[in-house]
């Protein structure tokens, strides 16, 4: 017998994944023109020129054995004082390259930091609706993961007064996502202070640490000049997760970094722990090809302009047809309310149309799906047809 663990998730694997498959499946049949698979967060525009560029110049004119060979665990140390700058420069911070650990991704920094900071038992505090990977990210150590609900009413901001009752001697770390998955929504700066406030309370009453982990790799997808936070600014036990899979188009490169500022508590010890924690993971190192590319690319993003205009196509699509949604102001998700209360109906409905998008059961939140506007323009525009239907179907349009 395998690992029981381990049979139990390969059994219930994610219903984002049989998505996936299911698409796949429906393309083949149909025609990838006739199936709108808003399933999956790959982005649809492709990374900037410059990646390009960098891949062929770095490949040029670089040395070989430099290029493609070992380094230091956290990464090449003048590619970590270039982000360290630019993190400077845009948020006004004053940290150096050796608060930087250069990651194979956001998960790869996120499974850092837990294996850094967590022993068995220990709690992990997420606002839900949660991307459902954390789950397995905090028990790969052992941890507990404790999930608090974000109100509907609020447009799901996570609730301070409710994670407040959650935090306990035991909880280690809270985790951040913002702009958020699923729910597209940002969290303005008074909401990242009341938490910050409750997290420095809960710290005192208890006498222990508790770190933020600033789950970061949607940054720049926000919409409507929505200030997504700086959260180190807030909260002086912030590690931060940065991925550039989503704002470069570079998911398959794995490339992101964690940012562990001087100033949290047992600082060395954290530092230490996590250099370490990368190397005995397997990582060993992050990609270093595209850690050097991300040098040279630091100010570029991809073509966010293109997301937005999806997000208004769709948004305004949906709710003239009668459908209810969070308000989409970042990352690539639109939040769905389902129009009837069993949201794995409406998945199966809109099957029906060879519409694809996930239940809000994924994501610890039913009665929701997840629409992932990460898709061709196209894609949006001839799903309409489908989702009119369906509003038909619900007695949307009155
Ligand atoms: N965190 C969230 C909230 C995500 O949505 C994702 C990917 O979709 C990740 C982390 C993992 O990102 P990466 O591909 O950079 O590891």
Redesign the pocket.
């Known amino acids: 017998m395998i690992n029981e663990k381990m049979a139990n998730v390969a059994a219930n694997n994610s219903a984002v994944r049989e998505m996936f498959e299911e698409g796949n499946r429906l393309k083949a049949l149909y025609g990838p023109e006739n199936v709108f698979d808003f399933s999956l967060?790959n982005p649809y525009f492709p990374a900037p020129d410059s990646v390009k560029t960098a891949v062929f110049d770095i490949l040029n004119t670089m040395d070989p054995n430099t290029v493609h060979g070992y380094m230091p665990n956290d990464g090449f140390p003048a590619v970590r004082q270039t982000i360290a700058e630019y993190i400077n420069n845009r948020f006004g911070d004053n940290i150096t390259g050796d608060n930087l650990i250069m990651t194979?991704?956001?998960?790869?920094g996120?499974n850092i930091i837990f294996k850094t900071l967590l022993n068995p038992g220990d709690e992990v505090i997420v606002p839900a609706p949660y991307?459902l990977?954390y789950d397995r990210y905090v028990e790969n150590y052992g941890g507990v993961l404790v999930p608090v609900s974000s109100p509907e009413e609020t447009g799901f901001m996570p609730d301070p007064a409710a994670i407040a009752a959650a935090i306990t001697p035991r909880t280690k770390a809270m985790i951040i996502?913002n702009p958020n998955?699923p729910t597209g929504v940002v969290y303005p700066p008074a909401v990242i202070e009341a938490l910050a406030a409750v997290l420095e309370a809960k710290q005192k009453e208890y006498g222990t640490s508790i770190y933020l982990i600033s789950?970061e790799?949607?940054r720049e997808l926000a919409f409507d000049g929505a200030e997504v936070a700086y959260l180190p600014k807030y909260y002086r036990n912030t590690i931060v997760g940065y991925?550039w899979?989503?704002s470069l188009s570079l998911?398959g490169e794995?490339i992101?970094y964690l940012e562990i500022p001087s100033r949290i508590d047992d600082y060395e010890l954290v530092r230490a722990a996590a250099s370490i924690s990368g190397r005995i993971l397997g990582f060993v190192n992050a990609p270093a090809l595209f850690q050097l590319v991300v040098q040279r690319c630091v100010n570029e993003s991809c073509d966010i302009d293109a997301y937005d205009r999806n997000r208004k196509l769709l948004y305004e699509g949906l709710t003239e047809l009668g459908y209810t949604c969070a308000k989409p102001e970042g990352a690539f998700y639109l939040w769905l309310k389902s129009p009837v209360a069993d949201e794995k109906a409406f998945v199966q409905e809109a099957k029906k149309h060879n519409i694809l998008f996930v239940p809000g059961a994924s994501f610890r939140c039913p009665g929701y799906v997840r629409v992932a506007y990460c898709v061709s323009p196209e894609t949006i525009k001839g799903s309409m047809k489908g989702f009119a239907a369906m509003a038909e179907t619900y007695g949307l349009k009155k």
């Open positions: 967060g194979v991704g956001a998960a790869g996120m991307f990977e996502n998955n789950d790799p949607y991925s899979s989503k998911p794995r992101g």
